[in-house]
């Protein structure tokens, strides 16, 4: 397992251990058995805004973007529940959002942080929340593994 951990923030640099505990965790929960390597990027407003303008053709920052390598064309079941190592993609998440989110629902920025990841995490893994069934899954799911974790 790999994270390629990348932050514009120094007081941050913690979360490189947080995420690759979440990433375990995330990994043993659903059984996958691949070895994955994933990149995680905290940036700020600015950053993640043009990201999201010029690959959803949002006009606004947003809190967590992800870039998954695999897609609907990949059998997922064949690639991560078998041996061998899979680059899974990359997520960037905002600090900025991140920090106004969770004074907005009353929770600490830790918690906030690492639910962005897991949620970032989940969308590599093929997930999503685009109808109301496949959105409690994967909200669940995200609960579960912060749960598991204290977070």
């Known amino acids: 397992m790999e994270l390629d951990f990348n932050s514009k923030f120094e007081e941050y640099s913690n979360y490189e251990d ?15 058995k691949c070895d ?31 870039f998954a390598f ?11 529940f078998q041996e061998g190592v899979v680059a899974l993609g990359d997520i960037y998440i905002s600090i900025e959002k991140a920090i106004e989110q969770a004074k907005e629902y009353g929770h600490s920025l830790n918690r906030e942080l690492s639910f962005l990841f897991v949620h970032g995490l989940l969308h590599l893994l093929g997930y999503d929340h685009m109808n109301e069934k496949d959105e409690k899954v994967m909200f669940s ?10 977070v």
Request: aromatic content about 6%; cysteine-free.
């Open 18 to 32: 947080v995420y690759l505990s979440l990433m375990e965790v995330t990994m043993k929960k659903l059984g996958i």
């Open 36 to 66: 994955p390597i994933v990149s995680v990027s905290l940036v700020d407003n600015r950053y993640i805004h043009r990201i999201n303008k010029k690959y959803r053709h949002i006009d606004r920052p947003t809190d967590v973007i992800s």
């Open 70 to 80: 695999l897609d609907d064309g990949h059998e997922y079941d064949k690639i991560l």
């Open 141 to 150: 799911l995200q609960e579960e593994i912060l749960k598991e974790k204290g």
